[in-house]
């Protein structure tokens, strides 16, 4: 099974190709790695890892999309471009958390012991996870679930490893580490879709919030 698979929920977007075999595992066929707004830019990206992979668009089995938590703009264009191409051509798209795949990026660094992943929530707060790294692979510990700066600031001071994109900003003993498609699809071979596309929503832990507009005041004449 070919994926393409479609990480925008931090300041560095990737888009990548990864084949999926039953038993030799998966294969990365091509990846684009970007900063800055590249969600713009989905379409040349996407036609960039697809011409490099040799790979027509009718060849793309199953699309990944990392749910953040993270950029909620960028997210939402992953989803919309995934939607998008499921409505024309009736592939399957897979969720991943994006905290589970910086997790594995981790992991695939040779990397083992405890970690947590923390990411910029907004408002003075931070999602926050934990997982155990071996040689084995990546375990929960801890649930995504958001977090107070004073508490990571307290795991920081006990020499708890801290990862994530833009980390150093608030922690600086802090890993820079960002989510990557080509792990994000891997991820995805070992999984199924589960319920409708449509239902696919970001990974974002605080109730959605509104303020209704107040009713037009009457004109005076």
Known sequence: MKILALEF????RSI???EAADASGTQVMSEVIETGDAATRAIESVQTVLR???LPRDGVEAIAVGLGPGSYTGVRAALSFAQGWHLARGVPVLGVSSAECLAWE???RTETGRVHV????LRG??????YE??????REIEPLRLAALEEIRRREKAGERLIGPDIRRWFPAGEILFPRAAVLGRLAAG???AGSVSNLQPLYLRETAYRKAAPARPEIS
């Open 9 to 12: 929920s931090s300041s560095q």
């Open 16 to 18: 990548a190709i990864v």
């Open 52 to 54: 490099e992979a040799k």
């Open 106 to 108: 981790a992991r695939d």
């Open 118 to 121: 923390v990411l910029d929530a």
């Open 125 to 130: 707060e931070f999602y926050h996870a934990t």
């Open 133 to 138: 790294l071996s040689p084995d692979g990546v």
């Open 191 to 193: 999984r199924s879709a």
